[in-house]
């Protein structure tokens, strides 16, 4: 059980857009900054989003993310095959003391 | 570039040992936090431990590992280090070293590309 919830997939069509959701707590999400990550199979992750809406060098604008309260979304547009991955949402939790991740959503692009 | 290469992973039986080594190029080592995440067979990430940078830096662990475990970092030889003791079987995952300050600026900048911790009799 994680700590941070996300929906486990999300599927949609080339070209379109999808929204992946990363739920957390005011110990979590509601206090500190979100980031996101992308896995491909085998691969190891890679940042993808830090400090809530940012995008390291590199990272395409058709990625962006925002976050509300306690919760986080990151959108992708323009879905390509290549954006098949598993996405974590990610961030420090206060009361635990620690880092935490969202269980992670694997995206299906049909 | 920015090369982070993690070591030390293999089979070890239940109740053993390990240590993981990962070694650190291409930015100034001394500067910064670094961590360690593990990733189950088939599962999701998990946040093990971190550590700070400077003289007198910080140690966190994740409730799953903590008393059981050590991070430490040897700055003049550029390396970042995770003592496993006591180890389980629900201890065996790959390793990652991920580069960033997890505890005050929430991301992990950098990863290597993991070491396979296998705890099995």
């Known amino acids: 059980q994680s700590v941070l919830t996300q929906p486990p997939s999300v599927s949609a069509a080339p070209g379109q857009r999808v929204t992946i959701s990363c739920s957390g707590t005011f110990s979590n999400i509601g206090n500190n900054y979100v980031s996101w990550y992308r896995q491909f199979p085998g691969a190891s992750p890679n940042l993808l989003i830090y400090d809530n809406d940012k995008r390291p060098s590199g990272i395409p604008d058709r990625f962006s993310a925002s976050k509300s309260g306690t919760s986080a979304t990151l959108d992708i547009t323009g879905l390509q095959t290549g954006d098949e991955a598993d996405y974590y949402c990610?961030?420090?939790?206060?009361?635990?003391?620690?880092?935490?991740f969202g269980g992670g959503t694997k995206l299906t692009v049909l | 570039e920015i090369q982070l290469v993690e070591s030390g992973g293999g089979l070890v039986k239940p109740g053993g040992s390990l240590r993981l080594s990962c070694a650190a190029s291409g930015f100034t080592f001394s500067y910064y936090a670094m961590n360690w995440v593990r990733q189950a067979p088939g599962k999701g990430l998990e946040w093990v431990s971190s550590i700070g940078s400077g003289s007198s830096p910080y140690r966190y662990y994740a409730d799953s590992v903590r008393g059981r475990i050590a991070i430490s970092r040897d700055n003049g030889q550029n390396s970042l280090y995770l003592q496993l003791d006591s180890l389980r079987a629900e201890d065996t995952a790959i390793y990652y070293c991920?580069?960033?300050?997890?505890?005050?600026?929430?991301?992990?900048?950098?990863w290597g590309r993991g070491t396979l911790v296998t705890v099995s009799s």
């Open positions: 990610a961030t420090w939790d206060t009361s635990l003391r620690g880092g935490v």
């Open positions: 991920s580069k960033g300050d997890f505890l005050l600026a929430n991301s992990l900048d950098d």
